[in-house]
């Protein structure tokens, strides 16, 4: 295996085991402890280390390592609030300009969604749950939001897998569904609304003070 696959694969597992509630924010990444496990080297752990530092996801402290990162609810909270700046014209700008295909998309998106929240899948809804936005932007043919709005969800990526419950997700995807049909509608007035509703909705559905304890990282990444 190459060393970008090397890297690769050691930043899908550590992306999993965050995600999978595994590996918790604070948890320290042993740069020795994730060679071992890996059986690579240090130099190919501290590439993928910087890669999901990038991501947001890893947290590079002098002298003291990697940690997931632990993202603040004031971050939390201003990343909503840059989001609905951004998400109430993307909302507008889409509603005017949606086509039948993308009303299609947007539903087989959703549907998506609410089969990851029906088996449970923790990682698979996080993610569609988020890309619904991104997606979009993409739709609309805004390749600069949408990859704004990607580095955006990024942010508050950890604490939107560690806070939000099966339930909260349930709600959020049923809201997407009901944005959509008012999309189809050509309603741009309620689909601001809608819109506007359900980033509050999701935002007060994170319980961003609660404190959560880290998990070791061997017994984390024994399910990898």
Known sequence: ??????????????????????????????????????????????????????????????????FVASPSASEARQVFAVRRMLEVELTRAFVRAATPADIAALREHVAAEQAAVAREDVAGRAELLGDFHVRMAELLGNAVLAQVLRDLLARCAVATLVYQSSHAAHDSSAEHAALVECFAQGNVTQAVKLMREHLDHVEAGLNLDRPVPSHDVESALALV
């Open 1 to 66: 295996m190459d060393t970008c696959s090397n890297t690769d694969l050691i930043v899908q597992a550590l992306t999993r085991a965050i995600v999978d509630h595994r590996l918790l924010p604070g948890a320290k990444l042993a740069e020795q402890k994730l060679a071992g496990h890996f059986g690579v080297s240090r130099t190919l752990v501290r590439q993928a280390l910087f890669q999901l530092s990038q991501k947001r996801l890893v947290t590079l402290e002098p002298a003291r390592g990697a």
